[in-house]
């Protein structure tokens, strides 16, 4: 992977940083869930630190170190098939103090201190619908019906499943698609039929990514609980034909598929709100760092 100048910073500076102070972090991020959660470990006997009288400059160093550290994992997080964050910042799409004051709007849970006194720990959540809010979005795009439309049933929502290894358009190859913030779906034309600007629901901007366990669930619509909300009870299904981007993130469906939910204004309104769900293969969900 070739490193923008600001991970290229993160990637040398953190590691020397972290031995120097004795301290770590380690964490996952949840795409299911939308979220990045990180324990952040400081070693007191390093930091010159002893309990009880130390307690409150741990805890501040402990801060410290997290927005620090958790800077590495962040600056890796795919935002689309063409970049990371790091890159995104680079180009100016979004400002690195605007991604800053996300990383302080982390869910905390007080610190606490090892058996043996010898370290301090403090764990973070921070809710990827954070990030997403500080890149800068229009009016959402129309989303156009095609010119010969063909019948077609109204539909709950969206369900694309891709947790198999796809072709990868325009190469030689098969991946499994990846989750990243900002995915497109493309039709075999490649046409393309979803993107972030289509949608109008800001709570909704993205897809959701959930295992094929979630989509086949023994209650009578076969949707978990968790999804009923955003695909409902009588999604449309539909089989990935492959994958498309620098880094393998948006699906292809068929043409046939795609004509299904651009032949109804009923079910174009499911990409306006959002109602769309990729299936991935299941160890894609949780990427540790």
Same mark, same amino acid.
Not at 99 to 112: H, L, N
Not at 172 to 190: E, H, Q, T, Y
Not at 214 to 223: A, E, N, T
């Given at each position: 992977m070739?490193c923008?100048?600001?991970?290229?910073?993160?990637?040398?500076?953190?590691?020397?940083?972290?031995?120097?102070?004795?301290?770590?972090?380690?964490?996952?991020?949840?795409?299911?869930?939308?979220?990045?959660s990180?324990?952040v470990?400081?070693?007191l006997e390093?930091?010159?630190?002893?309990?009880?009288?130390?307690r409150?400059?741990?805890?501040?160093?402990?801060?410290?170190?997290?927005?620090?550290l958790?800077?590495a994992?962040l600056?890796?997080?795919?935002?689309?098939?063409?970049?990371?964050?790091?890159?995104?910042?680079?180009?100016?799409?979004?400002?690195?103090?605007?991604?800053?004051?996300?990383?302080?709007?982390?869910?905390?849970?007080?610190?606490?201190?090892?058996?043996?006194?010898s370290s301090?720990?403090g764990?973070?959540?921070?809710?990827?619908?954070e990030?997403?809010d500080?890149?800068?979005?229009?009016?959402?795009?129309?989303?156009r019906?095609?010119?010969?439309?063909?019948?077609?049933?109204e539909?709950s929502?969206i369900?694309i499943?891709?947790?198999e =290894?796809?072709p *990868?358009? $325009?190469?030689?190859?098969?991946?499994? %698609?990846?989750p990243?913030?900002?995915?497109?779906?493309?039709? @075999?034309?490649m046409e393309?039929?979803f993107?972030?600007?289509?949608?109008?629901?800001?709570?909704?901007?993205?897809?959701?990514?959930?295992?094929?366990?979630?989509v086949?669930?023994?209650?009578?619509?076969g949707?978990?609980g968790?999804?009923?909300?955003?695909v409902g009870?009588?999604?449309?299904?539909?089989? =990935?034909q492959? *994958?498309? $981007?620098?880094m393998?993130t948006?699906? %292809?469906?068929?043409r046939?598929?795609?004509?299904?939910?651009? @032949?109804?204004?009923?079910?174009?309104?499911l990409?306006?709100?959002?109602r769309?769900?990729?299936v991935?293969?299941?160890?894609?969900?949780?990427?540790?760092?």
């Amino acid at each position: 992977m070739k490193c923008t100048p600001v991970l290229l910073f993160a990637l040398v500076l953190l590691p020397l940083h972290a031995q120097e102070s004795g301290s770590s972090i380690t964490g996952l991020i949840e795409w299911d869930r939308m979220e990045l959660s990180a324990v952040v470990t400081v070693g007191l006997e390093k930091a010159g630190l002893r309990f009880p009288s130390g307690r409150a400059r741990a805890e501040a160093l402990l801060e410290d170190e997290y927005e620090t550290l958790i800077q590495a994992p962040l600056m890796t997080l795919l935002i689309d098939s063409r970049a990371d964050l790091a890159k995104k910042i680079e180009s100016g799409e979004v400002s690195r103090h605007d991604i800053d004051a996300a990383v302080d709007r982390a869910r905390r849970i007080p610190p606490s201190l090892s058996g043996d006194l010898s370290s301090i720990a403090g764990r973070y959540t921070l809710s990827l619908r954070e990030l997403v809010d500080e890149f800068p979005r229009g009016a959402p795009n129309e989303v156009r019906g095609p010119l010969v439309p063909i019948p077609t049933q109204e539909y709950s929502g969206i369900i694309i499943i891709a947790d198999e =290894a796809v072709p *990868v358009h $325009g190469r030689g190859a098969r991946a499994m %698609v990846r989750p990243c913030l900002f995915p497109k779906i493309w039709n @075999s034309d490649m046409e393309l039929v979803f993107e972030r600007g289509n949608t109008a629901n800001p709570e909704w901007g993205m897809v959701r990514y959930a295992s094929r366990e979630s989509v086949s669930d023994r209650s009578p619509s076969g949707i978990s609980g968790e999804l009923r909300e955003r695909v409902g009870d009588y999604p449309l299904r539909i089989m =990935a034909q492959g *994958v498309f $981007g620098t880094m393998p993130t948006d699906p %292809v469906i068929h043409r046939d598929d795609a004509l299904l939910i651009l @032949s109804s204004e009923s079910n174009r309104r499911l990409l306006r709100e959002g109602r769309v769900v990729i299936v991935v293969e299941k160890s894609a969900l949780k990427e540790a760092f």
